[in-house]
């Protein structure tokens, strides 16, 4: 049983270790050149060797993406408050907001620099962009799905829209809005290194875009880890934020998987 | 208070009514029951009484009041108990209070206590069982402050045994509490077990077809139910509610 435990938490780690020994001894098998694809050890050394170097960057992503990341989440929320109490609007509004998604980043970036200069508005605009629709999308969808009991019962004892949608609709789509802003938390990662190839004093997006057109090849793949990395913190955070706020739904999906 | 439905009518299209000049009432302290077979509009009467819906015909009052369509006159207790998932069964039971803009905790605390519930005020409401969660539902609304309860085939989606405890129960919770109640139901056994009076529905459209006054003593025991009264009784509603 233990050792079963142990597989199922740590598999993917496994999985990721075997892959890693696949690829370095198929650099040393084949003798790929460090240009073309770097062994996972030179790139590993690669990273401590310029970590100095890579904290700066690092920092100015990280607030970048995070800034970007709570601009975006707090719009889609007001989106979807007001799709969600306005059902006249979110006829004319929803169609709009998946084409906003259509909209490709990689050639509206350079236009928002030509707009508004190389500063921070047209990265966080990019990133916003990014950023909003999952937590919009989910959280209409978790204000939607309020259980129609629990709605009659508020009519009954006379709820208003403001009571009905602060103390009831609004909590109860607590757990979809976190599925949305845990999307978004990826998200924001790869918008702010997007957004800072468009231009930027530093950013884990600047040194990516400096090692390709040196061939550094071996930077790029630090860059990309750093990049998973933080993706993967992020959403970590965002889940043990969700752990804590949403605990009674945790223990209800528990009693429901036990047969109860 | 004193509630009274004076020829009400009320249709969904326009066309067949589903209330027929409906008229009855409901004194101070009384305990009141509304006895009809299933789809016979009970359900649109407690929406009537609630607001939700105004009648085409005739009035609602409450202690002289017309409340035809207005919200917040009624504590409700629905067929299922909709306690909410994320608040635990102590800010559960106190939500119908404060709807109604005013919570008193420790009042909450104490009627918990007394409804065996006390060990639970802190746990969510998918830890009970069913006939816990009823009781929660039946605390919140004997908190609410409206002198009105309307409960709503409460105890229907109970198991036979559960119902006949939740039964005894509510009996010995309302005869110590007394406030006005408007029981909907369908099954014989309950209404004549709980209610000092019995309007019998006819269905499509429901109108009263019979009242009847229910003459056993309170506090009411559970071998009532077997006397050769209430068999008596029992026989009497179920000629009323057979269809013609």
Redesign the interface.
Known sequence: MIGRGIWKKGAPFFLLILLLAAWEAATVIWNIEKWLLPAPSVIFFEGIESVHNLLGHLLSTVELALSGFLIGSCIGLLIAAALHLFPGVKDAVYPLLILSQNIPIIVLAPLLVIWFGFGMLPKLIVISLVCFFPVAVASLDGLRQTPDELKHYFKMMGAGKRQLFWKLELPHSIPSIFSGLKISATYSVMGAVISEWLGAKSGIGVYMTLASSAFRTDRVFVAIFIIMGMSLLFFGVISLLEKHLVSWKRKEDEKHASGN | MHLEIKDVSYSFDGKRNILEKLNFHVNEGEFVTILGPSGSGKSTL??LT???LKPDHGDILLDGKNINGL??????M?Q?P?L???RTVLENVL??S???GMKDKERAKSLLKKAGLGEYERA?P??LSGGMKQRAAFIRSIL?PQDLM?LDEPFSALDEMTRVQMQKWLMSFWEEYRRSVLFVTHSIDEAIFLSDRIYVLSSKPASVIKEVVVPFPRPRREDQLLSDEFIHLKRKLYAALKPN
């Open positions: 407690f929406h609630g607001g939700i919200k917040g006159h009624i504590s409700y629905p299922q909709s909410l998932p994320w939500l119908g404060e709807l109604a969510y998918h830890e609410s309307c």
